[in-house]
């Protein structure tokens, strides 16, 4: 359960919905004093200038470290101002689906009986993960490749110990204060996020796996690396880190249907946006952002122009 609530969190940003409110026409100078404040917030952010108001896109990162400090309550203050709110996929999770964890997650969690992972995996890679099941002290022979990253990433890296609050957090406890209206960009139903997830085959998880291992293999603290660039605006530098890279190679970010959704979701749902008047704020993984053909380079072929730092 504890894997699969991580997974989800990275790949689905719940969002609560409150009442819908009055949304007052703001002048181009209150545009221009919020883009400035949650600029100032540290956080990468790009903006779409309209006729009648303008977009804020936040891009970011999950586990953002105390160690690279950003300055959230700017982002409070431009939330405030805000006349609408875009964060992440709405996940519908059901008892049913906990209790369905609960009683078959040993299928999540172990290969298929009586295979083994050197059943899958090369020599080469074998070496790799022998490697570091000494460094750890681990036995991953039987286990999951997703688990088996999921435990490299977080335990053995702990990205995701230690950390301050992600930037959805921050907006979305600002706009309930503030009774700004706030929507999720979609839903996704947990039910259906498991099917898939029982359904793919171990293979699918491989690349999800070496992605990890070269992160927990590469020199430095990436995980320090790349909350530093977060914050310093650099953005390939974060898309290059070997953690980031590990993030979007996992499910359900590779996931041939969660995936593409998620980003054409993303696309339409700005693209109406800037359709609307006064200031929208979105937070958006920086991933599907700022990736080859993501939501910016999407957005950029089809006119719209926008502002902020180099992807």
């Not at 991580?6 to 209150?30: C, H, I, K, M």
């Not at 995701?160 to 979609?186: C, E, L, W």
């Amino acid at each position: 359960m504890r894997a699969f609530g991580f997974l989800l969190g990275v790949a689905v940003l719940a969002a609560t919905v409150p009442a819908s409110a009055s949304e007052p026409a703001a002048t181009d100078q209150a545009n221009d004093e919020i883009v400035v404040t949650a600029r100032r917030s540290g956080a990468p952010m790009w903006t779409i200038e309209t006729r009648s108001g303008v977009v804020i896109l936040v891009g970011e990162i999950a586990g953002v470290p105390k160690a690279t400090p950003w300055r959230p309550e700017r982002l409070e203050g431009a939330t405030d101002r805000a006349q609408r709110v875009i964060l992440g996929t709405k996940a519908k999770v059901s008892p049913g689906d906990i209790l369905r964890l609960i009683f078959k997650g040993g299928g999540l969690t172990r290969l298929p009986k009586g295979r083994v992972a050197g059943d899958y995996l090369d020599a080469a890679q074998m070496k790799r993960l022998h490697a570091l099941e000494t460094r750890f002290g681990q036995d991953y022979a039987r286990g999951n490749f997703l688990m088996t990253a999921f435990d490299l990433l977080s335990k053995r890296l702990s990205f995701n110990k230690d950390t301050t609050d992600d930037a959805s957090d921050v907006v979305r406890k600002a706009a309930r204060q503030s009774k700004i209206p706030t929507q999720p960009v979609g839903e996704v139903r947990g039910e259906d996020m498991l099917d898939n997830l029982f359904a793919a085959a171990p293979e699918t998880h491989i690349p999800c796996l070496e992605a990890a291992m070269a992160a927990t293999e590469a020199e430095g603290d990436v995980v320090i690396e790349r909350g530093r660039a977060w914050t310093e605006f650099d953005v390939p530098a974060v898309m290059a880190s070997p953690l980031e890279e590990a993030l979007g190679r996992c499910w359900p970010w590779t996931n041939d249907s969660f995936g593409p959704e998620l980003r054409q979701t993303w696309v339409g749902a700005i693209r109406d946006a800037t359709a609307q008047p006064g200031v929208t704020l979105a937070v958006v993984p920086l991933r599907i952002l700022a990736e080859k053909d993501g939501v910016l380079d999407q957005l950029k072929a089809q006119g719209l122009p926008i502002a902020g730092p180099a992807w």
